[in-house]
């Protein structure tokens, strides 16, 4: 709960600081009066704006393979080196979601979802080391096609990189996964 605290005050500062957006708001019976040459004709409606399955999931995914190929570095969170929880960390910070920085804290973050339910923008959290008793390794699903989960993350060998959760590896050492949008 301690942990929790900072974090609770960031965000109230941030929020209660800040400007307040307008949120845009579209109906599909939208039309206009156009007059011309003394006559008045209608105009067909205005077509809203298509929007795809989740554009903020679309905006932090696009944001993190920006990231693809750069090498690994432990605490890195830039294009000169990255590891796992600092890729998650920039994509999200980037498109305007706050979230600790460290794997295990992000694991506390979030909605737990079965691996039925996953969808792009979901996390992807692993044990990978054989002693370790707690999560320290997390990847950010990029794509779904049926079973096949595509997620990108950090290797220490690898660097940035697109894996699946059918790899043996990542497959065995899968904790569990959670929503955050």
Known sequence: MLRKVPYLLILLILFSCGSAKKKRTYSKSKSRTVTVEGSAEEAPPIEEPKKKGN????DIISTAMTFSGTRYKFGGTTKKGMDCSGLVYVALKENEVLFPRVSYQMAEEGKRIKVGQVQKGDLLFFKTSKSGKRINHVGLVVDVQGKDIKFIHSTTSRGV???????????????????IL
């Open 161 to 179: 990189i697109v894996s699946s959760l059918r790899e043996g590896f990542w497959n065995y050492s899968f904790v569990k996964a959670m929503r």
């Open 55 to 58: 554009s903020k999931a679309e």
